[in-house]
C-alpha cells in the first residue's frame, strides 16, 4: 500500500537528516557507462535549513524545558546500530520501518524464502522489499570520519537464470561494486543473502549508499548499520518537537509528537515518571481521575538506548465531571456522540446513492420521509468528489452540479431532522492521485463552508482508504485541516485503514498496519481538530471480526481510547449468493455488529438501501422505500434494522 509520508523530511526530491540529504546516485550513472573499480568524485550531501516547531502538521509546542541531555556509553562488542527493514511500513523488533530513502516503490516478496544463509534475522524482513531501478538510503547520526561497516539483505525472486537482474552500489557517490547479481550471489532464487559494504561517514555524520540496475531491477529487503569497532556509538538523538498534551476523555490525555528520524522509541512521563515506551509518535493515557492535573515529558530514544533530554509537553487537567453537555449543536465528547440537547447520539440508518453514485436501485432524493418511516436518525450520501471516472456526475455535469445536487439531499434530511454524513466514495491512489486528492480536498473545503452552521451534515472524509499507517494519518490529517480552516467544526468521520476494516497486520496485503485506534492514528486527530470519530467496516474479512469475543474487544478498545465509534458499512446479500465477496463473512460480520452494537452505543449504517448488488433490505432486492409499505417484504437483515428502529 502506498505512503505519502515518512519519518524523513523531504525537500522537493532530496531525504533529509532532520535536516538529512543526499541522493547517492551520481557515481552509479558513471559506473554504468564506464563499468569497474574506479571512484566517482565524492561529494557533500545537500542540506535543507531544519524546519520550524511544528512542522509535518503538529501544533506548534508552546515554551518547553529539557533535562541535561545523557552521554551515551559506549559499546563494548561489535554492535548492530540501525537496522531498516526496505519495503517495510512498520517496525519488526529491532528492525525499522522503510525510511530514509529516495525513489524506488515498496513492494512485496511473499514467496516462501531460503534463509539458512541469514541466521537471527526475522522471516519478515524478507517479505517486503524495496524495489526499482534506481534508488539510495541516506544514514544518519554517525560519528563523523569513522568507519562502520553497511550489511544488504538481498533477495531475488523474479529472476529465472543469472544476469536477469544486475545492479552497482555507490556509497558516498563513489562506485563500491559493480556487476552484483542476488540470483548468482544465492544460487538461485528466493535465497536470502548478505553483502558488507565498508563506508565511512562524512564530517556531518552521513553517509549514503546509492543502488542502480545495469539490468532489469534492484530488490533490498533491508540493511544493517554495523560498528565494528564498537567504540563510536551513535550522538543521541535529537529532541522530540512539536509536542502536544491534551484531555480527551474525562479519564485519559493523549500525549503526541513528531516523529524523530533517529529514534527507534519514545519514553513518555507523567509528572516525572516514567509511564510508557512507544515506537510510535502518540500516547493515550488512561485511567485518571476526574479534575486531576498531570504534566507530561517526553524522551527520544537512540538506537543503541541513549535517550534524549526530556522535553515538556504541557500540563494537562481532566474535566471535573464525566456528565455530557448541551451545546446546541452535534459534538463529540470522549468516546460519545452527543446532540444538542446532551443526550448520547447513535446513528442508525444506511448508506444511500445519490445522481453521484451508487444509485442503480433508486437515489436518496424525495425519500426522507421513507427513511423516517425506518426509524432511522441518519443516512450516509455516497458522493463521487472526483471527475476520474467518466460517469461520474462531476465529470458529466460538472463541479457546481456536483455540489447543488448535495445542497438537495442535505436540505431535504436535514430539515427532516436527520443526519447526513456525507461521503467521499473516491479511489484517489493511482496516475492521477495529486489530482484526485486536490479535488477531494476542495470540495470538503466548498463543503465545510456551505454546511458549516448545519450540525446535522458530517463528513465522512474518505470511503475505505488503502493508505496505512503515517500515509492514512497525513491524509485525514490534510482533510481535516482544510474543512477547520473554514471554521466548520461539524463531526468529520475518519474511515479505518485496511480498507475500512482495521484489520491490523494481516499479511500479506496489510503487513505492518496499525489498527485506527493506535495513539498515533484516530486520536491523534481527535485531539488536534476535536469532533472526530471513528468509521470502521465490518464485512468479516480474514474472520477477524466475525465471533462476539473478536469484535466486542475491539470496540471496547476503540472507545477506551476516547473514539466514538460507527459501523459505516456492514451488509450481506439477501439471497445467500457470493457474487458481491463472500456470504459467510459478510453474514458473520454483520451478525456481530447487531449484537454488539445497540448495547455498547455504537452506530450502525446498513450498505446499501439503493444500490442493486444484492446488499438489500428487501426480499426482493429492491431499494429501500420499495412497496406500498417501507416495513413489507423485508429481507432478514431488512427484519432486522426495522425492528432497531422501532424498539
Request: hydrophobic letters at 40%; proline letters at 6%.
Amino acid at each position: 500500500m502506498k505512503r505519502l509520508f515518512r519519518r524523513y523530511v523531504r525537500v522537493g526530491s532530496l531525504v533529509t537528516c532532520s535536516v538529512l540529504g543526499g541522493t547517492g546516485l551520481g557515481a552509479l550513472a558513471a559506473a554504468d557507462a564506464a563499468p569497474g573499480p574506479t571512484p566517482g568524485p565524492t561529494s557533500t550531501a545537500t542540506r535543507a535549513p531544519a524546519p520550524p516547531p511544528g512542522a509535518r502538521f503538529v501544533p506548534t509546542p508552546s515554551a518547553s524545558t529539557t533535562s541535561p541531555t545523557p552521554t551515551p556509553t559506549p559499546a563494548t562488542g561489535p554492535v548492530v546500530l540501525q537496522s531498516i527493514d526496505a519495503g517495510a511500513e512498520a517496525p519488526t523488533g529491532s528492525w525499522s520501518a522503510d525510511d530514509a530513502y529516495t525513489s524506488g516503490e515498496a513492494d512485496g516478496s511473499y514467496a516462501t524464502k531460503d534463509l539458512s544463509r541469514v541466521p537471527g534475522v526475522p522471516s519478515t524482513v524478507y517479505q517486503n522489499v524495496r524495489f526499482g531501478s534506481s534508488f539510495s538510503y541516506l544514514l544518519c547520526h554517525l560519528h563523523p570520519g569513522a568507519t562502520y561497516v553497511v550489511r544488504l539483505h538481498l533477495v531475488d525472486d523474479r529472476s529465472t537464470a543469472r544476469g536477469q537482474n544486475v545492479f552497482a552500489i555507490s556509497v558516498n557517490d563513489a562506485n563500491a561494486a559493480y556487476g552484483v547479481d542476488t540470483f548468482a550471489l544465492a544460487g538461485g532464487a528466493n535465497i536470502a543473502v548478505t553483502k558488507d559494504l565498508t563506508i565511512k561517514a562524512r564530517a556531518d555524520g552521513t553517509a549514503d549508499v546509492g543502488f542502480l540496475a545495469t539490468t532489469g531491477n534492484v530488490q533490498l529487503a533491508g540493511l544493517e548499520v554495523i560498528n565494528p569497532a564498537a567504540t563510536l556509538p551513535l550522538a543521541a538523538p535529537t529532541l522530540p518537537k512539536g509536542l502536544l498534551a491534551r484531555a480527551t476523555s474525562p479519564t485519559t490525555a493523549l500525549v503526541s509528537w513528531g516523529l524523530d528520524v533517529d529514534a527507534r522509541s519514545y519514553r513518555v512521563y507523567r509528572d516525572g515518571a516514567l509511564v510508557a515506551t512507544t515506537s510510535e509518535q502518540a500516547y493515550v493515557d488512561k485511567g485518571l481521575a476526574l479534575g486531576s492535573r498531570h504534566t507530561y515529558a517526553v524522551a527520544a530514544v537512540g538506537t543503541q538506548g541513549a535517550a534524549s533530554a526530556l522535553v515538556t509537553a504541557g500540563t494537562v487537567t481532566q474535566p471535573t465531571t464525566a456528565a455530557l453537555t448541551a451545546t446546541g449543536a452535534y459534538h463529540v465528547q470522549g468516546s460519545v456522540i452527543v446532540d444538542p440537547a446532551g443526550k448520547p447520539f447513535v446513528p442508525l440508518g444506511a448508506s444511500l446513492g445519490t445522481w453521484s453514485a451508487w444509485n442503480s436501485n433508486g437515489v436518496a432524493f424525495g425519500h426522507a420521509a421513507h427513511a423516517k418511516a425506518w426509524g432511522w436518525n441518519s443516512i450516509r450520501a455516497l458522493l463521487l468528489t472526483t471527475d476520474e471516472i467518466g460517469r461520474s456526475y462531476r465529470a458529466q455535469h460538472g463541479y457546481p452540479a456536483l455540489l447543488a445536487e448535495m445542497d438537495q439531499v442535505v436540505k431535504e434530511y436535514t430539515d427532516a431532522g436527520m443526519v447526513v454524513m456525507i461521503d467521499a466514495h473516491d479511489t484517489p491512489n493511482g496516475p492521477r492521485e495529486a489530482t484526485n486528492l486536490a479535488q477531494i480536498q476542495q470540495s470538503w473545503v466548498d463543503m465545510a463552508a456551505r454546511y458549516k452552521g448545519n450540525s446535522r451534515v458530517w463528513f465522512n472524509i474518505l470511503n475505505e482508504p488503502s493508505y496505512l499507517n503515517e500515509g492514512w494519518l497525513e491524509v485525514n490529517d490534510r482533510m481535516v485541516k482544510a474543512i477547520r480552516g473554514q471554521g466548520a467544526n461539524n463531526i468529520v468521520l475518519v474511515t479505518a485503514p485496511a480498507w475500512g476494516q482495521d484489520l491490523g497486520s494481516i499479511a500479506p496485503y496489510f503487513a505492518g498496519s496499525r489498527y485506527a485506534y493506535q495513539p498515533s492514528m484516530a486520536p491523534l486527530l481527535a485531539a488536534r481538530y476535536g469532533n472526530v470519530a471513528l468509521d470502521q467496516h465490518n464485512y468479516g474479512a480474514y474472520d477477524r471480526y466475525t465471533s462476539l469475543s473478536s469484535y466486542g474487544a475491539y470496540v471496547d478498545t476503540v472507545r477506551s481510547n476516547g473514539i466514538p465509534l460507527v459501523s459505516g458499512e456492514f451488509g450481506y446479500t439477501y439471497d445467500s449468493s457470493t457474487t458481491a465477496g463472500s456470504y459467510y463473512a459478510n453474514k458473520a460480520g454483520a451478525d456481530q455488529v447487531f449484537a454488539v452494537n445497540p448495547g455498547k452505543g455504537v452506530g450502525i449504517l446498513w450498505w446499501n438501501g439503493t444500490h442493486n448488488d444484492k446488499y438489500s433490505l428487501k426480499a426482493d432486492g429492491s431499494a429501500f422505500y420499495s412497496g406500498s409499505s417501507v416495513g413489507t417484504n423485508l429481507s432478514g437483515a431488512g427484519q432486522i434494522m426495522w425492528r432497531l428502529g422501532h424498539p
